[in-house]
């Protein structure tokens, strides 16, 4: 079991730069990639970027060269650098963390990113 919570999101201009932190709590297990989805209504989630726990990265072709994802493990927190903010980024989003020895996935509640135009 686990549970994440994110912080970070809100409101910024297009150009403009938000820091989103994910912290995991409560973890039974080892914890392997994380990472972080988004959605937008009436679009397909999105995979934005993950990061295994040897810090190897991967992101997304929409958002390479602008958003940075790191990790502290032994804060169990995930962190995701947006800079350069366009209003396509506008979304929902969500982190993950998976279970290094089952595979399973956890989900924290969302948080609300808006860029304006």
């Known amino acids: 079991q686990a549970q994440l919570v994110e912080s970070g999101g809100g409101l910024v201009q297009a150009g403009g730069s938000l820091r989103l932190s994910c912290a995991a709590s409560?973890?039974?297990?080892?914890?392997?990639?994380m990472g972080w989805y988004r959605h937008t209504p009436g679009k397909q989630r999105e995979l934005v970027a993950t990061?295994?726990?040897?810090?190897?990265?991967n992101y997304s072709a929409s958002v390479k060269g602008r958003f940075t994802v790191s990790r502290d493990n032994a804060k169990n927190t995930v962190y995701l650098q947006m800079n350069s903010l366009k209003p396509d980024d506008t979304a929902v989003y969500y982190c993950?963390?998976?279970?290094?020895?089952?595979?399973?996935?956890?989900w924290g509640q969302g948080t609300q990113v808006t860029v304006s135009s």
């Open positions: 409560g973890t039974t297990f080892i914890i392997g990639v």
């Open positions: 993950y963390a998976r279970s290094w020895t089952t595979g399973v996935d956890f």
């Open positions: 990061i295994t726990d040897d810090d190897s990265t």
